[in-house]
């Protein structure tokens, strides 16, 4: 499988293309802006998008879902309880932008925690992760050793938890509970900013102390 990686939309959201080398058949996980290039890269890798599957349902992860969905088809996938954020969406959009948005992509399926899916002959497994927002996911990929993690957790930092919905002490659980229960080695592909590792996250992350995860 090979991976790319863009940097797009205002908020220079971390957008990954996963493209199976054999069959060409690609995913995107949070397709926050730029549609334009991510369509490119599609075309210039002969790659057939069938799936967005979305780390969590803020702006600045979806808006190039709509268009990117209209332009190839694929299906659009993130978790249940992320329905009402991604509602609520065209509103934000407005509040924080100025823009007019338009109605949000339509789900093709619901995530599920503990799901396993297959692209060709890699699976991610699905880990529900809320805090940051009530229905964010992140991405394993067990047989490379990485993971896809949204805004759960940065390089040295985790996802705020001031936008509605979030939950700092959900967070911090679930960091401890589905981030750093990975092996040192995984490397972490967050939402924004820099790739990082758990081990790195382990030992520098200021939020990773065994104090702040009692209770």
Known sequence: MHIHHLTVGLLHTNCFLLVDSRTREAWLIDPGGNAGDILALLEANDARLTRIINTHAHFDHVLAA??????????????RVEQPVLDYTPRAVQAWLGWE???????????????RLQLGEETLEVRHVPGHSPGSVIFVDHKNHRAWVGDTVFRE???????PGGNHSQLIRAINEQVLTLPDDY???????????VGHERRYNPFASLDLWVG
């Not at 490397?187 to 590792?197: D, K, W």
């Open 66 to 79: 709509p268009d990117i969905k209209e332009a190839t088809g694929a299906t659009f996938h993130l978790h």
């Open 101 to 115: 948005w338009g109605p949000p992509p339509t789900v093709d399926g619901y995530l599920e925690h503990g799901e």
């Open 157 to 163: 930092n985790i996802g705020r938890t001031d936008l």
């Open 187 to 197: 490397v972490l592909y967050p939402g924004h900013g820099p790739f990082t590792t």
